[in-house]
């Protein structure tokens, strides 16, 4: 398996809305209200990379302050391979809306996503 590019920065916030405020209103970042088979979050995509900030506590219900996403060409595929050497798998692989996702951990415990979009942003 061979990361393409980093492909997002999620967040997740109990108070998202102030969190919003500040990225919007102090770096002038164009988040935008989103629903595409999810939870309502704000999102834009900022040189080709997806930000994104989530109300809730994260993936299985454990508390993240942020995660990385990573493109891969096969996300299956990286998720076996990942497998067979031990890596946990948090989230197998699915299709969503926005593509082919997956999630691991890395050895820190952080979440780790491995998505593929239908087409290149």
Known sequence: MKAKRLNAVLMDSSNPEALVRFYRERLGIPLEEERHGSELHWACFLDGVHFAIHQKEGLKGL???????????????????????????????????????????????????????????
């Open 63 to 121: 508390p993240r302050a942020a995660a990385l996403s990573f493109e891969v060409e096969d996300v299956d595929g990286a998720v076996s391979e990942l497998r067979q050497v031990g890596i946990p798998v948090e989230l197998e692989p699915c299709t969503r809306p926005f593509g082919r996702l997956a999630a691991v951990r890395d050895p820190d415990g952080n979440i780790v996503y491995l998505h593929r979009y239908p087409t290149t942003h």
